[in-house]
Every structure is written in C-alpha cells, then in structure tokens.
C-alpha cells in the first residue's frame, strides 16, 4: 500500500496525486504536497495550493 495521498481542488475537482506529481509543471513524481512551491497553481483552472482539500 501507498503512502502517497491525493490532494482535490476546491474549484475545478482538479487532483493532484502525490504517486504522479505535475510533470507538466516540473513536479516529478513522488512530490509531496508539502513539498510543492507555494507558488504552484493548478494546471486546470489556476487557482493556488490553498483551494486543494486532503482527499480521503
């Protein structure tokens, strides 16, 4: 079993998946939210981290 959580925009239903990061954006695979610059924005609808809820 995974460690890796998925994480849900607020304002799009974007998820970002720990396992498979952002690579479009930069962000390998295995990035942690934490991990992720805050300057990060959603790649579907441009909204900051703070609008990603935990999933789960």
């Excluded at 890796?4 to 498979?20: F, N, R, T």
């Excluded at 695979?29 to 991990?35: A, H, Q, S």
Aim: one cysteine or more.
């Amino acid at each position: 079993m995974s460690d890796y959580k998925k994480y849900q925009c607020g304002v799009c239903g974007h998820i970002y998946d720990e396992a498979e990061g952002d690579p479009d954006s930069g962000i390998a695979p295995g990035t942690l939210w934490k991990d992720i610059p805050d300057d990060w924005r959603c790649p579907e609808c441009g909204v900051d981290k703070s609008e990603y809820d935990l999933l789960g």
